[in-house]
């Protein structure tokens, strides 16, 4: 597909559970964001990659949260012992280059932590 | 901190009628102004960058602004289909290139 794909579209966990989020960027897009979203409210940045690198992981909440994109391409947000407030649509973006701010969002994967 | 506030939270209108989103903001110098629309249940789609005070991005019906303190997204003529939630977010000039979003208007165009 043309477009950024997100995977699970959904998830439903039980409280301390390991969870894996799998974000496949545009391709040729160098750089990739995760976002998170609550209902009502704009997405929270958590953290970019420039190629294969984090550039600012300043918006993991805690160290539960970690990220990977080990080929430049696809990405992994990990999250382990999750807990209620995790629950939120995770959201993937790419982008051509860090500039512009025209950044390509998937539709997101919701997680639900019981 | 970087910090953006949308109005109003949400707003109806009738097809055809004209009106403004505002988004004001507070940043250490900025980078880039960016308004994305989003649709129930799918990513922010991207609509408008805007660098400067005093520059205007157009697109259909819409047209972004930009001041010092604050941006307008004007809606002309609304149709239906215009009706998402309309996000507005910031990118400082120093360092990282996050973006800071608001928490959205939430348009609706009656028909």
Do not use: M
């Not at chain 1, 949260?65 to 990990?78: D, I, M, N, Q």
């Not at chain 1, 012992?81 to 629950?87: A, K, Q, V, Y």
């Not at chain 2, 989103?21 to 110098?29: F, H, I």
């Not at chain 2, 990118?91 to 165009?109: C, D, I, P, R």
């Amino acid at each position: 597909g043309a477009g950024v794909s997100q995977t699970p579209s959904n998830k439903v966990t039980e409280k301390g559970k390991y969870v894996e989020l799998r974000c496949d960027p545009i391709s040729g897009h160098t750089a990739l964001y995760w976002y998170r979203q609550s209902l009502g409210q704009g997405p929270e940045f958590l953290i970019y990659f420039q190629g294969t690198g984090a550039a600012d992981d300043s918006g993991l909440p805690n160290d539960r949260f970690f990220a990977v994109r080990p080929e430049g391409s696809v990405s992994t947000l990990k999250i382990q012992r999750t807990e209620r407030g995790d629950s939120a649509v995770y959201l993937c973006a790419s982008s051509l280059g860090l500039a512009g701010g025209e950044l390509f969002f998937g539709e997101g994967s919701r997680l639900t932590v019981l | 901190e970087d910090q953006v506030t949308q109005s109003p939270e949400a707003l109806r209108l009738q097809e055809g009628e004209s009106s403004s989103l505002n988004c004001s903001y507070t940043v250490s110098g900025l980078r880039g102004l960016f308004w994305y629309r989003q649709d129930p249940g799918k990513g922010p789609e991207f609509l408008f960058t805007l660098y400067s005070a005093g520059e205007e991005k157009e697109k259909e019906r819409l047209k972004a602004t930009l001041t010092k303190k604050e941006s307008f997204l004007h809606i002309t003529a609304p149709k239906p289909e215009d009706s998402a939630t309309y996000l507005c977010a910031v990118q400082a000039e120093a360092g990282s290139y996050q973006l800071t979003f608001g928490k959205g208007t939430k348009l609706s165009v009656i028909p």
